[in-house]
């Protein structure tokens, strides 16, 4: 079945770790995406990427830092200068084309930072 | 800028009754995409509709409807008789073309209850 995997669920890391979070999709979509969610602020973009080897800063990407190597792969890796980092975090995909744009979702990854 | 605003963080009704989500968004460009999505408790967010700015027709979809007006700058979401699995947490969203490709930004979300 063609769909997004984030791994793993939950995480848990020790404060001033690096950690990085694993987005995978085998949808052949282009678009690529990473969204922080926190209670009661909705998602807010942290990256995205168009097209392999070239990604955008969204309105978060203060802390954090992504690749695009592969059109399937988009990992989000959460370096230590990220000062509140336990949050859950979603990826997503689309395939930007007009009319063609809603995004796919997966189930997430929440992380803890102790 | 693009801004899309929720007001209602938490609605709560009774089963049968009828609700409205509210979506205002604010945006410069004239072509751009509007979409509802739900998160339930598990959450993952499911895609619910999409629309462009080019087209402001409403939409009906069985027990939900949308009604898009460009004037008021909305993109409001109605449930017509709720039923409990209706409970979740719906987003409002808007993506338009910026450099580097479609960026989508997401209101705060509201998050509805439904009893029995």
């Known amino acids: 079945d063609g769909g997004i995997t984030q791994s793993p669920k939950y995480l848990f890391r020790k404060e001033g770790q690096n950690v990085t979070l694993s987005c995978e999709q085998n949808?052949?979509?282009?678009?690529m995406y990473w969204y922080r969610q926190d209670p009661g602020q909705g998602l807010r973009l942290i990256y995205y990427?168009?097209?392999?080897?070239?990604?955008q800063k969204g309105d978060i990407a203060e802390g954090y830092s992504v690749s695009r190597e592969k059109k399937e792969s988009f990992p989000l890796t959460v370096t230590s200068a990220q000062k509140n980092p336990t949050a859950f975090y979603l990826c997503?995909?689309?395939?930007?084309?007009?009319?063609?744009?809603?995004?796919?979702f997966g189930q997430g990854t929440r992380l803890t930072v102790v | 800028a693009q801004k899309v605003t929720q007001a209602q963080t938490e609605i709560s009704v009774v089963e049968k009754e009828d609700v409205t989500l509210d979506c205002v968004y604010e945006?410069?460009?004239?072509?751009?995409?509007l979409f509802w999505y739900k998160q339930p408790p598990s959450g993952e967010l499911v895609f619910l509709i999409r629309?462009?700015?080019?087209?402001?027709q409403n939409e009906i979809s069985g027990r939900y409807s949308w009604n898009f007006q460009k004037s008021t700058s909305s993109f409001n979401f109605t449930i017509t008789a709720s039923q409990v699995v209706d409970s979740a947490v719906y987003f409002c969203?808007?993506?338009?073309?910026?450099?580097?490709?479609?960026?989508?930004?997401f209101g705060a979300g509201t998050r509805l209850f439904v009893k029995a």
């Open positions: 997503a995909s689309s395939r930007p084309r007009a009319g063609d744009t809603e995004a796919f």
């Open positions: 949808l052949n979509h282009d678009a």
């Open positions: 990427s168009q097209i392999v080897n070239d990604f």
């Open positions: 945006t410069r460009d004239t072509t751009y995409y």
């Open positions: 629309r462009n700015s080019f087209d402001e």
């Open positions: 969203a808007l993506s338009a073309y910026h450099t580097g490709g479609f960026k989508t930004i």
